[in-house]
């Protein structure tokens, strides 16, 4: 099993969660490093750690709503050794990469194929990976204006719902992750800021509360509201 930073793999280690034959560390791979912005694209390499995202001048440069989001995930301990690639593949429901990877249309470069977003994540804790199958880097294309907004949950950062709008030349693309088993794309709201790309056009919106998640948190009607109040957040930072 490959292991990034660590993050989730050394407690899930240390809790028995996983007992994997054999843990190689992929952190230092030549092929898992970099930034490069080129061709519409920003692609980061999956070693690439949320702090590094965070401060890298391409990124803020041509997608600043991603550099925006990998500076508000956890704390700083969690930003130097979380990586991209750890996060995509963990596909936690309640992570924050994932919203940008969907709604910025990425690409997930793995060491067999390339996987298109719409593709990659399958369920909770879920993807389209093989066994063995390595994240190499994610290509996200850059849109004309983007943003981010999360409720966080105030002991781990992690979001309750996040919600990424982000305005394509063929379109809007709303992704909501923190809410459901996993993230999804909110048509109802891509159609209404296809309409009118302002805040204005989401209100009253939210997500059907029927397919998202109830725990000691917050019932699905909760975080219902709060996407809809996260997308009108995002929307209003870039109208
Ligand atoms: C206290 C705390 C707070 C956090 N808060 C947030 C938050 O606010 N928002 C948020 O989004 N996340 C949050 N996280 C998650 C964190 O940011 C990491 O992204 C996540 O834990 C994955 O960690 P990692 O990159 O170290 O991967 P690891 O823990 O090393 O690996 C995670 C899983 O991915 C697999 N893997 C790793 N890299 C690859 C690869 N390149 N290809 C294929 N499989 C791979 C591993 O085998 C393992 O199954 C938090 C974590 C902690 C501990």
């Known amino acids: 099993m490959p292991l990034a930073g ?33 061709g519409g694209r920003v692609t980061v390499g999956a070693a690439t750690t949320h702090a590094e995202v965070a401060r890298s001048e391409a990124v803020r440069r041509a997608i600043p709503a991603l550099a925006a ?36 249309d990425a690409a997930i470069e793995t060491n067999r194929r390339t996987i298109p977003a719409a593709e990659f994540f399958v369920g909770m804790f879920a993807t389209a990976l093989a066994p063995g199958e390595i994240v190499l880097r994610v290509a996200f294309a850059v849109p004309h204006r983007a943003a981010y907004r999360k409720f966080a949950h105030p002991a781990s950062g992690y979001a309750m719902a996040g919600v990424f709008v982000a305005e ?27 309409s009118a790309f302002r805040a204005e056009a989401l209100a009253g919106l939210e997500p059907d509360a029927s397919g998202l998640n109830a725990d000691i948190h917050a019932s699905a009607e909760y975080r219902a509201n709060l996407a809809g109040v996260m997308a009108r957040r995002a929307a209003a930072a870039i109208e």
């Open 168 to 194: 394509h030349r063929d379109g809007p693309r709303v992704a909501v992750t923190g809410a459901g088993p996993a993230v999804f794309r909110w048509r109802e709201a891509e159609a209404a800021l296809s």
């Open 69 to 104: 989001l990998a500076e508000g995930i956890g704390d700083p301990q969690v930003r130097n050794r979380g990586t991209l690639g750890g996060s995509v593949a963990n596909n936690d429901p309640v992570a924050d990469y994932p919203a940008a990877v969907l709604a910025l």
């Open 6 to 38: 660590g993050m989730t793999l050394v407690p899930a280690l240390k809790l028995r969660l996983a007992r994997p034959s054999h843990v190689v560390d992929i952190a230092r791979l030549p092929e898992l490093q970099g930034i490069e912005a080129g």
